[in-house]
């Protein structure tokens, strides 16, 4: 992803807002606090204890203030009410222009015309999406078109250690089932994640 006018720069001392941290938002911030990146997140409950590698985290009103100081800005979070379309124009305008979004979370979290704007424009450096409004992306999506946007196929989660990981959890449930224990990753059903 190369803008003209943006020189390659270090992720150390970067900024990294992170929309979301449940599991991926707390992986992600481990590692990019191990870069030396900072790490701003914006989540729900901002009383839960503040996860490892997170400098700061602000309620949901505090999103703008996070976008306008981050170097990239990762979306992790759920699907909710809350959470569509939560990057539209009037958010992308807040951000530094010399900043990349990462979109690993929902597809239409992000108003994919709106960062089409902003993209074509340079209101932003750059993005990169894993999920799309509509998948798998259409052939005739103007997202395939733009210079400065890496998209990948919804596979920013797939590892040789993916499905392991997913057996080695659902055998634990399971045992833990029926030996009448609390499950682990229960989803909250009132919530939505």
Known sequence: MWNEGVPPREIAGAVLGLIGVGSIGRRVA????SLGMRVIAVRENVEKRRPEGVEAV???SGIDEMLS???YVVVAAPLIASTERLINSARLAVMKPSACLINVGRGTQVDEAALVQA???RRIAGA???VFEREPLPADSPLWIVENLLITPHTAGLTD???PRHYELFADNLRRYVAGQPLL????K????
């Open 58 to 60: 602000l309620p949901p």
């Open 69 to 71: 100081q981050s170097d």
């Open 185 to 188: 990753f229960v989803v909250d």
């Open 30 to 33: 481990q590692m990019a606090s």
């Open 161 to 163: 250690k993916l499905w």
């Open 119 to 121: 993209l074509r424009t």
């Open 128 to 130: 990169a999406l894993d």
């Open 190 to 193: 009132q919530k939505g994640y």
